[in-house]
C-alpha cells in the first residue's frame, strides 16, 4: 500500500480532476474511463478508507441513468426508430 502524504494525495486528486474534460469527451466505460476510475477508486481507499463516505459514494456511482425516461417522439424521430442509441446516448450523458 502507497502512504499518501497529504501533498502527494493533492496532486493525485488534481490530476485525476485535471482529466475529467478529457474524458467526458469519450465512451463511459472506455479504457480510459475504467483506468481512471480504478485510479481514483485506488487514491480514495488508501486515503480515506474502504468504509470512507468518499469511498462509498464514488464506488457506487453506475455510470448510467437510471429510472425510467421516454424515447422518441416528434423532438426526437431517431429514438422513434433506433431507441437503443437514444438509450445509449443518455447513458453517456449522464
Not at 22 to 44: G, I, P, Q, S, Y
Not at 57 to 79: I, M, N, Q, R, T
Amino acid at each position: 500500500m502507497f502512504n499518501w502524504t497529504k501533498e502527494s494525495a493533492t496532486r493525485e486528486l488534481k490530476a485525476l480532476i485535471d482529466e475529467i474534460p478529457d474524458l467526458m469527451k469519450r465512451r463511459r466505460n472506455c479504457a480510459e474511463h475504467t483506468r481512471w476510475v480504478f485510479r481514483t477508486l485506488r487514491l480514495l481507499e488508501q486515503v480515506f478508507g474502504q468504509k470512507s463516505r468518499y469511498y462509498l459514494s464514488f464506488a457506487y456511482l453506475k455510470w448510467s441513468e437510471s429510472g425510467s425516461f421516454l424515447v422518441g417522439g416528434p423532438d426526437d424521430p431517431e429514438g422513434s426508430w433506433n431507441p437503443q442509441v437514444v438509450i445509449d446516448r443518455r447513458h453517456q450523458e449522464t
